[in-house]
């Protein structure tokens, strides 16, 4: 049984998804490891992560737009605004979605379906760089 | 440390929880596995997996009539309509439940609770096969 | 490659996010394991996970509303109301969170970033005494 870790950064330009499929590819490659588990782990709770279609591009673009409209930057529930309009929205968003989701590796691959990608769904509006940790587990 | 995988393939026929606690069991006793974790994986984004009471169907009924009030069909806010008015927000639902789930593996038994079984949610009306990986680790 | 496993109970007392970060911590300590995973499994339908910020407790008290808005008590959705008008929708935000969380272990401590905590959110009114299952694996 074997393991590897590693911690990349994503650097975000506002709201949306950024994918890092390629990079849980790299790890497993690199690890060499035929049959085991990739998690993929986000170290920050106003972003977060989602499997999601890595085809049309309008899917992203309307899961972002669901996702303002369900809950909405400035909502007067929110007492926590000391960080902005779009800080705790971007804390339900996270709550709402995933922080870490984990993958089986089959035959040396990561067992993504045909229009899987792995995405980091950033909530914010500004840049922020954002750390994921990739650990894989296997033999 | 040992490991088993398995790929299972479910039927549904429309939307609604469709339970594989039963193959999630069967994977950890014939891997012989006492003390570990088994992780559950839908390969799709139009549908997904949840954790849910196995008691009282009326609870898979009234999931499934909120996330049809929260998500409706046909929402004119989405731009990716080409699969039906039920697709996207099949990808919604998909975003706001689980892709990955892991259990516990206890005493050669998973780790659910008296009143949880381990769940399929489809999100479209059509029928589909839906690939599910098992991929079980431990002792 | 070693594991460690522990089942810890919190006593909850009514609606809200309980922290056990420190269990977790305590069990990867223990188990002496310097890269590998811990999971974190909640073994109930009206309860679940979520990695939230552990700063301003505003944060928790906004979290809390808004799934209460979103998700309100006595809905007439809902059919499953033979256990109380705030059991179904604990079903409901229970599937809109999380069953499992799987964070890295990473030189010896949980890959939590600054400002996440590891929280069991109850979602019932009541108190309960809540079952959560620690699993780590590593080397």
């Known amino acids: 049984m074997r393991q590897a870790q590693r911690e990349i950064t994503?650097?975000?330009t506002g709201t949306g998804l950024y994918e890092f499929s390629r990079d849980a590819h790299a790890l497993v490659a690199s690890a060499e490891i035929e049959m085991g588990q990739l998690t993929a782990y986000c170290r920050h709770t106003s972003a977060s992560l989602v499997i999601q279609e890595n085809a049309d591009p309008d899917v992203q673009r309307d899961l972002v737009a669901f996702f303002r409209r369900l809950?909405?930057?400035g909502d007067p529930l929110f007492v926590h605004t000391m960080e902005g309009p779009d800080d705790m929205p971007a804390h339900v968003k996270s709550a709402l979605t995933q922080t870490s989701i984990v993958i089986p590796v089959t035959h040396g691959k990561l067992a993504?379906?045909?229009?899987?990608g792995l995405y980091l769904f950033?909530?914010?509006?500004a840049a922020h760089a954002r750390k994921i940790v990739l650990h894989v587990i296997g033999a």
């Open 71 to 73: 809950v909405p930057d």
């Open 112 to 116: 993504l379906g045909t229009w899987q």
């Open 10 to 12: 994503l650097k975000t």
């Open 122 to 125: 950033e909530h914010r509006h």
